[in-house]
């Protein structure tokens, strides 16, 4: 019951806002009572601060099976951005956004898992792209990780359109491969962004 408490939570909060669900919505959601849901989790903070956790671990099992498929660096970018576009294409909201206006302390939290998560799959990305011929060699590797994570998730954490945040994404994309890209990668750089604005 807990995991599913957790699931119907965190798909309600990225649906309609962490601050307007309530226990309530939960509940009625849910056909049960909202006594159950507190045998569980004493507040909706906690019940936040979880989902918020499961659902990160989720989105990182995608990833996960996106770079399985083995795709060029800039097209695995590329594919990860346009997966997520999808999943949240019904969101209002930035879930990012959310969280650090009406929750900073669970928001930090967040955030200090999602640095180094992150930083791995930029790094590991980053190396793909050089072996393949796609990135330039001459760059250091550990600025690029601070720059493109920076302005990533400074987009998310302060805009409020997760429509307008994935246009940001897309520009931001664009940007941090074009500082990477060689020859070859610029190449299939515009091959992804035409196929990208044909969609």
Known sequence: MREKIMSKAGELFLKLGFKSVTM???????????KTIYKYFCNKEILIEESSA?????????????????????????EIRKTFKEMFKTIDTSPLYQ???????IYEKVMSTELTECNMYFRKNMEKGIEQGLY????????YIQFYYTLIFSINSNTR?????QQLELEALEYHTRALATAEGIIELEKQMQNTNTL
């Not at 990833?63 to 097209?75: E, L, T």
């Not at 001459?138 to 600025?143: A, D, V």
């Open 54 to 78: 499961i659902m990160h671990k989720e989105v990182h099992q995608i990833i996960d099976s996106i770079i399985r498929k083995n795709y060029n660096a800039i097209a695995e970018n590329f």
């Open 99 to 105: 969280l650090k206006k009406h929750y900073p302390e």
């Open 136 to 143: 330039r060699k001459e760059f250091n590797i550990g600025s």
């Open 24 to 34: 309530d919505d939960i509940a009625a959601d849910m056909c049960i009572s909202k």
């Open 161 to 165: 359109s997760e429509k307008e945040a």
